[in-house]
């Protein structure tokens, strides 16, 4: 019922930058919380950021001052501004929604999109 789709990931040297989308689609009623989380090898998923539909945010300690989210809620898509990288931000990176759908528009569930892989490294 709900589709996101992220875009931008890849490879960059440290203390590059880089700009991943989400983009999500379906049968959506309306959009709670959007954000991102990632999710590096042999280690546990971790919040990046969130955003609220009115553009609060929210950040983990680990890349305040770096990065930046921001939400297009007319299309329905999160970006995540990224700069400053470094090897340790090396993770695939999950598109993160608290959606409510048009068949349930008071009942908030969670999705996540398919993940987009993003290297730091020289």
């Known amino acids: 019922q709900v589709q996101l789709a992220e875009s931008g990931g890849g490879l960059v040297q440290p203390g590059g930058s880089l700009r991943v989308s989400c983009a999500a689609s379906?049968?959506?009623?309306?959009?709670?919380?959007m954000g991102w989380y990632r999710q590096a090898p042999g280690e546990q998923r971790e919040l990046v950021a969130t955003?609220?539909?009115?553009?609060?945010?929210n950040y983990a300690d680990s890349v305040k001052g770096r990065f930046t989210i921001s939400r297009d809620n007319a299309k329905k898509t999160v970006y995540l501004q990224m700069n400053s990288l470094t090897p340790e931000d090396t993770a695939v990176y999950y598109c993160?929604?608290?959606?409510?759908?048009?068949?349930?528009?008071?009942?908030?569930?969670?999705?996540w999109g398919q993940g987009t892989q993003v290297t730091v490294s020289s």
């Open positions: 955003i609220t539909g009115s553009g609060s945010p």
């Open positions: 379906g049968s959506i009623f309306s959009i709670y919380i």
């Open positions: 993160y929604g608290r959606v409510a759908v048009i068949s349930t528009p008071f009942r908030f569930d969670d999705y």
